[in-house]
Every structure is written in structure tokens, then in C-alpha cells.
């Protein structure tokens, strides 16, 4: 069993940044991939961010790319998401993972924070 708390969201204007993370106990997660979803008021919720479980492949969503970055460290069983160039699009509660995936269009994963808000103001 995994445990995971998201920290970090928050308010913040557009054009600016957050840095969300991830702490899971419960057991390592060094050989786990791991990742963000989003969700916002209406909508699907949507894979932003995957990185593998040493860190060395990452996968971004096109709606994010050059503006998202997904990191760990494993050292201390954590996962983060820098977001810059933030955009009221970008408001969504976002949700860390553990293997995170899409079969068909529906969004699966081993484990689920509860989610951490983030709302960008324009």
C-alpha cells in the first residue's frame, strides 16, 4: 500500500509559477513510474506529466510542454511538478500517481493522492 500527500498548490496569477510535489510512504517508489493528472470543473481529467522510475525518460502533455517540468528524488520518495507560464487553463486540481495510464480514454493508476488545487487568476 502507498500512501500519497501532494502539497504546494495554490493561487497564483497567470503568467506565474507553482511548484507542486508528492510524498509517498508506505513503501519506496524508486522502480515506479509516477505522474500528475488534472482535473478542472467540468471536465476529464487529463494525464499531464509521467517520469520513469530511475527519472531518466519523462513524458508531457502537449498542453503543458515547454512549461511543465516533472522531476524526482527518489532519496527522499518524492515527486514534483514545476509549472511556469501558468494560464487560467491550467486551473485544475491536480493529482500525483503511481504508474500512472490512459486505457482508452480512462485515466487508471496503483495509487491516487487526494489532490492539491491550483488556480491561476487572469
Known amino acids: 500500500q502507498v500512501h500519497l500527500v501532494e502539497s504546494g498548490g495554490g493561487l497564483v496569477q497567470a503568467g506565474g509559477s507553482l511548484r507542486v510535489s508528492c510524498v509517498a510512504s508506505g513503501r519506496t517508489i524508486s522502480r515506479s513510474s509516477m505522474g500528475w493528472f488534472r482535473q478542472a470543473p467540468g471536465k476529464a481529467r487529463e494525464l499531464v506529466a509521467v517520469i520513469s522510475g530511475g527519472g531518466a525518460t519523462t513524458y508531457t502533455a502537449q498542453s503543458v510542454k515547454g512549461r511543465f517540468t516533472i522531476s524526482r528524488d527518489n532519496a527522499k520518495n518524492t515527486v514534483s511538478l514545476q509549472m511556469n507560464s501558468l494560464e487560467p487553463e491550467d486551473t485544475a486540481v491536480y493529482y500525483c500517481?503511481?504508474?500512472?495510464?490512459?486505457?482508452?480514454?480512462?485515466?487508471?493508476?496503483?495509487?491516487w493522492g487526494q489532490g492539491t488545487q491550483v488556480t491561476v487568476s487572469s
Open positions: 500517481t503511481v504508474e500512472p495510464m490512459v486505457i482508452g480514454s480512462h485515466p487508471r493508476a496503483d495509487y
